[in-house]
């Protein structure tokens, strides 16, 4: 059962580690244009000025971030591409060098398990691997909220620090017939609260193509 949700626990730490650096903030009224993506099973409009790719699209999301000078935030793209669905990140800010704030799509299958039951089994299993590396978990807020057409979305909140780095998250959860779909908007602690209300509705844009 914890083999299932390594893949989650890789992404919230890699998520963690590319925001590096001096902290870039982006402002409220840049997120309220959004930018569509399409993937092969879903789509999605993120604020105006991100970037990114599908799954298949990693390599060329890859290519333009070390055209910018991004080379660590390519890294850690690259090492995590196999687990990831979707990875964006504020371009703005990526092309000023520094942090970046960013999102990804993971999918898990788990047809066994509710929504509250994924939730408590993966946060559990998060925070004991976070103890173990000697890293810092903090859940701030944790629900079952509405969002879109989605009358259930496991919503979490927390804050970490991972090797000195603190970041604050806000990660949905969303069951789709026998599949989980995560995504999860990771920032600095300092960009979060003026973001948080337009990651919720990046969220409810996300549409699972049948």
Not at 81 to 106: H, M, P, Q
Not at 132 to 143: C, L, R, S, T
């Amino acid at each position: 059962m914890k083999k299932f949700l390594l893949a989650l626990i890789v992404i919230i730490i890699t998520s963690s580690m590319i925001l590096v650096g001096v902290s870039c903030t982006m402002t409220t009224a840049a997120l309220t244009t959004k930018t569509e993506f399409l993937g092969s099973d879903f789509e999605l409009s993120l604020p105006e000025g991100w970037e990114g790719g599908n799954k298949e699209e990693l390599d060329s999301v890859v290519e333009k971030l070390k055209d910018i000078g991004q080379d660590q935030l390519a890294d850690k793209v690259e090492a995590s591409k196999f687990d990831l669905l979707f990875f964006g990140y504020d371009s703005e800010a990526a092309a000023l060098g520094g942090s970046v704030n960013d999102f990804t799509i993971t999918g898990e299958p788990a047809a066994f398990l509710s929504l509250d039951e994924y939730m408590e089994l993966s946060y559990t299993s998060v925070e004991e691997v976070y103890e173990k590396a000697g890293y810092k978990f903090k859940i701030v807020e944790q629900n079952v909220v509405h969002l879109g057409n989605y009358e259930e979305v496991g919503r979490v909140i927390f804050e970490q620090t991972i090797e000195g780095i603190k970041t604050k998250v806000a990660q949905y959860m969303i069951k789709h017939d026998s599949d989980f779909w995560v995504l999860t908007f990771t920032t600095g602690l300092e960009d979060f609260d003026q973001n948080i209300q337009a990651f919720d509705k990046a969220v409810e844009t996300f549409k699972i193509i049948e």
